[in-house]
């Protein structure tokens, strides 16, 4: 799975730890979504996406 949260973030002028402390979760979190070592909850996801003003399905990219 690959995310497009960091791009998102930049286009917003959001640091992780601007985006974590929005969705109360710790900036490790969104490094490692970020980094896909972790995949999120849907309420987590839906969270990040509701944030960065953008669907789950934009936000994450389910490949093969």
Known sequence: ???RIK???ARYDL???DLARKIGVRRETI???ENGKYVPSL???HDIAKVLKT???ELFVFED
């Open 1 to 3: 799975m690959r995310t």
């Open 7 to 9: 791009e998102l973030r």
């Open 15 to 17: 640091t992780q730890d």
């Open 31 to 33: 490094l490692f979504i």
């Open 43 to 45: 309420k987590l996801a």
């Open 55 to 57: 669907s789950v399905d």
